[in-house]
């Protein structure tokens, strides 16, 4: 039984066009990560989500915008895509010391 | 500016000896420190961590030790087996929050 799934795992488009990753998690983790991992292979943090509130966002334009309809969800919507938007990004949540990911889905963008 | 540094790349190992992978970090005030361990197409997966009052916490195979005074952490894997083969990521908390190394891929050779 999967804890952090994202769909889809694989994700090609045109540039300028809009997208959606969505994310689930069944651990009931109040905190809620979006991660993108670019070409140079760092892990960076995009957005969190405590309790279906924003409290980070890590200087990512605002063509990027997390949506959570419930505590399960953190959806990740990207408006007028770019070249550079092109990498992996990976769910995760949050215990205490430790945070569980999802598989990740690859966006490459043409 | 990197906080979390792995500067090896890359390590290859011959199965049975031992795999030591070195993480090094800038930032005083971190207080816990994790390894990640990633297999391709696939999300990290936690593997094991370290409070910043210990300088050791073994679990199994998988040894992690910390020396504060130089910053530097090393996760050790003996013996070394092919399906350890991955890349392993060092990660330090920072005020609940996660900033990872760029990541050693580990090869295990029979």
């Known amino acids: 039984d999967t804890a952090v799934s994202q769909t889809p795992k694989y994700l090609v488009t045109q540039m300028g066009n809009d997208k959606s990753i969505k994310c689930e998690q069944n651990?009931?983790?109040?905190?809620m990560y979006w991660y993108k991992q670019d070409s140079k292979k760092f892990l960076k943090i995009m957005f969190s989500?405590?309790?279906?509130?924003?409290?980070i966002n890590e200087t990512v334009p605002n063509r990027f915008s997390p949506k959570s309809p419930d505590k399960a969800h953190l959806n990740l919507h990207i408006n007028s895509l770019e070249l550079g938007d092109s990498a992996v990004y990976f769910c995760?949540?949050?215990?205490?010391?430790?945070?569980?990911f999802g598989p990740g889905t690859r966006l490459t963008v043409l | 500016d990197q906080q979390v540094k792995q500067n090896s790349p890359s390590l290859s190992v011959q199965e049975g000896r031992i795999s030591i992978l070195n993480c090094d970090y800038t930032?005083?005030?971190?207080?816990?420190f994790l390894w990640y361990k990633k297999y391709p197409a696939e999300g990290p997966t936690f593997l094991i961590s370290?409070?910043?009052?210990?300088d050791k916490n073994e679990d199994g195979r998988f040894t992690v030790f910390l020396n504060k005074s130089a910053k530097h952490l090393s996760l050790h894997i003996v013996p070394s087996q092919p399906g350890d083969s991955a890349v392993y990521f060092c990660?330090?908390?920072?005020?609940?929050?996660?900033?990872f190394g760029k990541g050693t891929k580990l090869s295990v050779k029979p």
């Open positions: 995760a949540t949050r215990t205490t010391d430790t945070q569980y």
């Open positions: 651990l009931g983790h109040d905190t």
């Open positions: 989500y405590n309790n279906k509130e924003l409290i």
């Open positions: 930032n005083s005030m971190f207080d816990y």
């Open positions: 370290i409070s910043s009052i210990k």
């Open positions: 990660a330090a908390k920072s005020q609940g929050n996660l900033i």
